[in-house]
Nanobody, 122 residues
């Protein structure tokens, strides 16, 4: 089992930045692709970004490309999501997930965090 705990969410003004963290514990973190997803009120959960274990393969949703950056520190068993130029439409609960191989599909991920709320005020 892998336990994932997100942190770093909060309230920010449009145009601002936040950095989310996702700390993994339990089974080894090594080898897992890590992804970020989000779910806005009344909408389905959607893919945001994913990184392979090595960081050599990274993909972003078009909606966040150029604004968000996913990274990971395997020594700390932590994956990050740097969110810049935030917009009101980025308001959602953000989830991290672990699985493999690197994928934009929810079904590819075996473990999920509990989510952290990000609210962007306009």
């Amino acid at each position: 089992q892998v336990q994932l705990v997100e942190s770093g969410g909060g309230l920010v003004q449009a145009g601002g930045s936040l950095r989310l963290s996702c700390a993994a514990s339990g089974r080894t973190f090594n080898g897992y692709a890590m992804g970020w997803f989000r779910q806005a009120p009344g909408k389905e959960r959607e893919f945001i970004a994913t990184t392979s274990w090595s960081g050599g393969s990274i993909y972003y949703a078009d909606s966040v490309k150029g604004r968000f950056i996913i990274s990971r520190d395997n020594a700390k068993n932590t994956v990050y999501l740097q969110m810049n130029s935030l917009k009101s439409e980025d308001t959602a609960v953000y989830y991290c997930a672990a699985g493999g191989p690197v994928s934009m599909r929810e079904a590819s991920y075996d473990y999920w965090g509990q989510g952290t709320q990000v609210t962007v005020s306009s």
